[in-house]
């Protein structure tokens, strides 16, 4: 990969022009490598984007700027709230509050997914500690980490220390891992898994369908759930495409005894249809949308109350 700058255009000293060639070089990487790319003014503000970017999200947790959401999953036979799942949301300041899809991949890119994987187990960690310490009835959260975070050797551990440092069963996390992260074929991967879930913590298969062409890993990789993909349960009515894929999703979890839960339910027909299918559990904003803390804090105690039994 190669990035040429040519002066006096692109820089008058030799360091100026060593910074374009280096930008066109990046850019000739994200082009797909073994090829030339010349500098032009708008790499330059590419990258001074980039680098703002990288150094906003750096500041981000120590300033307290992301924050916990969550969306409730449904009981598809109680319709009620039985779990849910928790989403990352950036309030960056001057840019307003930002889905994941907007900064994760770019933080996956530079390396610094890791302290965010870190602060979101944190952070459930406590908000779960202080419901139970008010005496709420918490439910299981789900959490999306990065593929990366399974091939760390302390992985385990220090999760298991983070539990403990709040009192914490591991039943109440649920880890969403994409397929991706099976296409490492890993023993560290492998033995991360087993591991969690000898703890009690459940492994979720998120997007399931979209991004592996073998069905082999779901006997070598230790999981506990398949979660169908919003694409398949958005045209799920159209009986003569998708509807048979998430049939054979749904089949292919009872066959090996896992619970199938849908994402992305937006209407009473997708619900209705999962239902009859045997889906588990469904999650979408035909129920719930994302919501702050202080909100689902009160849709649990709501449950609570309606139902002083449980």
Not at 30 to 51: F, K, L, P, V, W
Not at 102 to 110: D, G, L, T
Not at 246 to 273: F, K, M, R
Request: proline share 4%.
């Amino acid at each position: 990969s190669i990035g040429i700058s040519i002066y006096p255009s692109d820089g008058e000293d030799a360091e100026s022009l060593l910074r374009s060639a280096d930008i066109a070089m990046y850019r000739a990487k994200a082009s797909g490598r073994n090829t030339y790319q010349c500098y032009t003014a708008d790499m330059g503000e590419r990258a001074s984007e980039i680098m703002r970017l990288e150094g906003a999200l750096r500041k981000a947790i120590e300033n307290q700027e992301f924050l916990l959401y969550f969306q409730p999953k449904i009981d598809a036979v109680t319709l009620k709230p039985s779990s849910a799942e928790v989403l990352l949301r950036w309030d960056r300041p001057g840019f307003g509050l930002q889905s994941p899809a907007v900064f994760i991949p770019f933080a996956e890119e530079r390396n610094l997914i890791g302290m965010i994987d870190q602060f979101v187990l944190q952070e459930t960690c406590r908000q779960l500690h202080e419901w139970r310490s008010q005496g709420v009835e918490v439910k299981t959260l789900a959490i999306n980490l990065s593929s990366n975070r399974f091939t760390q050797d302390n992985m385990v551990g220090s999760l298991k220390k983070l539990l403990g440092n709040y009192g914490l069963p591991a039943h109440l996390i649920k880890l969403e891992v994409t397929e991706g992260l099976f296409l490492k074929e890993s023993e560290i991967v492998q033995r991360n898994l087993a591991a969690l879930r000898g703890m009690g913590i459940k492994i979720s298969i998120d997007d399931f369908g979209t991004g592996y062409s073998s069905l082999s890993y779901l006997h070598r990789f230790p999981v506990d759930e398949l979660k169908i993909d919003r694409s398949f349960v958005n045209n799920i009515l159209d009986l003569s495409s998708v509807a048979p894929l998430v049939n054979a999703i749904i089949g292919i979890g009872h066959s090996l005894d896992l619970s199938v839960v849908a994402e992305g339910v937006e209407t009473s027909g997708q619900a209705d249809y999962l239902r009859q299918h045997g889906c588990e559990e469904l999650q979408g904003y035909h129920f719930y949308r994302p919501m702050p803390a202080s909100d689902y804090l009160k849709l649990l105690l709501s449950e609570s109350i309606s139902n002083p039994a449980s």
